[in-house]
């Protein structure tokens, strides 16, 4: 496991999945499925895909005192996550999540964010230690935006890198933006953050190049099967997607950002920490389920490999 430190703060989930040949019309009934519950959440899902990478990776987050809890705290540390800094929230339930998915890997997905939302200033505020102690802060959208607002005043203080990955896409304060060291966004999240169109290759140059004039240092836009787009002061390239047969979607791009803090506090250059993370991200689709499709160190420098 590589020593420097990845702190990731987020969300927790449970993952209820049911595959179907096709997902549903409005008022319809699809049968015949296949159902599986998984462990998932954005925050969590980075958190196990950086140390299934590799990573050192404390987690922060809140969960429900339910059934779930002490399962879903056996499962981080099996992945070998330091879970000194999560939380059993009384009175919420753990946050929950259902999902359908069809033959495609294309899925809706309905969240109840549950003891997500509970986590305040005061929970960042008892990980204060492992923020000193972070070589990359990685964070999303699934927790209030005011403690996420804070996490920035804190990185600040302390001079530290933050990922920010803005997904769900929700309207936020674009000034924390001058905060940022790497901003990993999809093409939906990166018209909303930017207000232009982001399809033809060009003007996903031009949002991403909207973003770093916001002040993100470096900026990610994830394409799906097209790759993604990496833009800072030193680079501007298209890295291609790896040709895989996709069969569940739902934590791809989480699996993408959670190895790619960890190519990246490693020294990789961004390029190759985005092909790590492609790499990360395609054996995942692959796969059924959330953090169960977040593949291991091994596992991703075969790919690569071949």
Known sequence: MNTSKILVIGSTNVDFLIKTAKLPSFGETVTDGIFMQNYGGKGANQAVGAARAGGNVTFVTCLGQDSYANELIQNFQQDGINTSFVTKEVGVSTGSALIMLDKDGNNYLSVAPGSNYRMTKAHIDSAIEPIKEADIIVIQMEIPFDTTAYIFELAVKYQKKIMFNLAPARPFDLTVLNNVYAFVVNEVEAAMVTGLKVETDEEIKIAANNLLEKGCEIAIITLGVRGSFV???????????????????????????????????????????????GAASAISVTRLGAQPSAPKRDEIERFLSS
Do not use: P, R, W
């Open 231 to 277: 833009a800072s002061g030193e680079v501007q390239q298209f890295v291609s997607a790896y040709n895989v047969k996709a069969i569940d979607t739902t934590a791809a791009g989480d699996v993408y950002c959670g190895s790619l803090a960890v190519a990246l506090v490693e020294g990789k250059s961004v390029i190759d920490a985005v092909k790590f993370a």
